[in-house]
């Protein structure tokens, strides 16, 4: 074993690097639960639309199209990644591509297509990223904005419509009085966590975050896996854009915006390591719960769309300073 790997054995085994684990992993847990029982009870109390059963279907709705990209991104932070700011872009080349291509190939075609080319965008960034060494947040940042002036030039910059009721229908079916949208997450979620938790590569893009010099030394392909968590990640959103598509039956070239923003919040919140090798799934999902009902409350109380964002970008602050407080203290 070469000497930086078992520096990395030893770490893993150091008792006060397992102590700071379990001191952030408890306080965050315990943290996130009070705050959505909190968010929960103010909603029930500041108003009677709440608890409807109207408000919890949107509410249920909106979480799976945006989650369905925070299982992606918590591998990017996961991995070291610190961002995939091309979301904005896959998603609406899954919007867009799975109703544009619906007159000529069909609705399963066109929305099969839809998520392959968002993915094929994930492979520019992963290799640019994994291989070549760009910093994530310019690499991401441009490629998003080629991608996002592709869709606008060849759509020409308009609405695009959907031409299929019938898979309109379906999307927005429930089964159970449960969202078939939301049993899309759930599955996406459950799949997404296996991968990060139980497989050799949710181990190796933990490795690869914790200590990239030691995973590579213990021969961890960590290009790759680096490059694969981006990957994910747009195919995460190129099914997220897809589904939106077919929700709305209507695309545009920016119904992407603020996706990138939403994700980032709801993983940093739930407490997955912005400095990479910590974090999961479930976390991350815990943290999209408390953020969608924190939004749904302020919507509720009339609250302004600059404040709502003023409040987000504080509990990402907050989150990210606690992350770094706690580690200091647990493993420093």
């Known amino acids: ?30 943290g996130l639960l009070i705050a959505i029982l909190a968010v929960a ?32 991104m918590t591998f990017v932070l996961v991995v070291g990644g610190l961002a995939d700011l091309s979301v904005p872009a896959t998603v609406a080349c899954g919007a867009i591509l799975s109703l544009a291509l619906q007159p000529m190939v069909g609705p399963v075609p066109a929305f099969l297509l839809a998520v392959a080319l968002a993915g094929a965008c994930g492979l520019v960034n992963g290799l640019l990223v994994g291989y070549v060494g760009i910093n994530p947040i310019i690499a991401t940042l441009g490629v998003g904005t080629i991608v996002l002036g592709i869709v606008q030039a060849a759509v020409g910059g308009v609405i695009v419509y959907g031409t299929d009721p019938a898979s309109a229908a379906l999307v927005k079916s429930r089964v159970l009085g449960i969202p078939t949208i939301a049993l899309i997450f759930l599955a996406i979620a459950i799949v997404g966590n296996f991968v990060l938790s139980r497989s050799f590569w949710g181990r190796w893009t933990i490795a690869t975050g914790g200590n990239y010099n030691a995973a590579e030394a213990s021969a961890v392909p960590v290009r790759a896996v680096k490059a694969g968590a981006f990957i ?3 195919l995460c959103s190129g ?91 647990g493993v420093a």
């Open 41 to 72: 009870l103010y909603g029930s109390l500041a108003s009677p639309v709440f608890f409807t059963t109207g408000n919890l279907v949107n509410v249920l709705t909106s979480m799976a199209i945006v989650g369905i990209v925070v299982v992606g």
């Open 1 to 30: 074993m070469t000497d930086i790997a078992l520096s990395m054995q030893q770490e893993r085994t150091n008792p006060r690097f397992n102590r700071g684990s379990r001191l952030v992993d408890t306080a965050s847990r315990a």
């Open 232 to 234: 994910i990640t747009a």
């Open 239 to 329: 099914l997220s854009g897809a589904l939106l598509g077919l929700t709305l039956q209507s695309a545009r070239p920016l119904v992407g915006t603020g996706y990138e923003f939403s994700a980032i919040t709801a993983v940093v919140v739930g407490g997955v390591s912005i400095m990479g090798g910590f974090g999961s799934v479930p976390r991350a999902i815990a943290g999209l719960v408390f953020v969608q009902l924190l939004t749904n409350v302020m919507v509720l109380q009339g609250v302004r769309t600059p404040v709502q964002g003023f409040v987000l970008g504080l509990l990402i602050a907050i989150a990210v300073a606690l992350d770094v407080a706690l580690r200091k203290r």
